[in-house]
């Protein structure tokens, strides 16, 4: 077993097997998996929003969706990954606090998962697994030796996507 590297909130970060990414308190936000399985080279994002043009300081790309997945793709190609064989994981996107008067259906987390779903398309990367939405926060570890991604949230079964 490798290192487990953290990744803080607006944040990515890449590595190879046998170390692992973790990142914690995914509520809204959404933890971006990226994965090469010929190369076992992973990469996760902890972004924060869906839309880096709708906000006029955004040196911070890892905190959008838009700029995050975008670097992160980037970083894991200049490190050898295939850009063929990538595939994609995301997990988080809930609906941690009901707001009074707002529309229902448009909540952060929903566009995080929305704004993700369409970056990773753009881009060709095949999304093969989500846990996303719900009420609850979500802590994930992705396992560069075999692809894992676990999810854990507080009184509920570790599930592995």
């Known amino acids: 077993m490798g290192q ?10 890449i590595c190879k097997a046998p170390d692992a990414l973790t990142t914690i308190g995914l509520g809204s936000c959404i933890g971006i998996a990226l994965y090469d399985p010929s190369t076992k080279i992973s ?12 906000i006029r300081n955004n040196s911070n790309i890892a905190k959008f ?14 490190a050898g990954a295939n850009k063929s064989k990538l595939v994609a994981k ?8 009901e707001m009074s008067g707002s529309t229902p259906g448009i909540n952060v987390g929903e566009r995080n998962a929305e704004a993700s779903r369409a970056k990773l398309k753009e881009l060709g990367i095949r999304l093969i697994a ?4 719900l009420n609850y926060g979500r802590t994930v570890e992705l396992y560069s030796e075999t692809g894992e991604y ?4 507080v009184g509920k079964e ?4």
């Open 4 to 13: 487990m590297i953290k990744v803080g909130m607006a944040d990515l970060k």
């Open 43 to 54: 990469g996760l994002a902890h972004i924060m929003l869906p839309d880096s043009t709708q």
């Open 65 to 78: 969706a838009d700029t995050g997945i975008q670097k992160l793709y980037d970083d894991m190609l200049e």
């Open 90 to 97: 995301i997990a988080g996107g809930a609906k941690m606090f």
């Open 130 to 133: 989500e846990d996303c939405g």
């Open 150 to 153: 676990y999810i854990k949230a």
């Open 158 to 161: 570790v599930k592995i996507i």
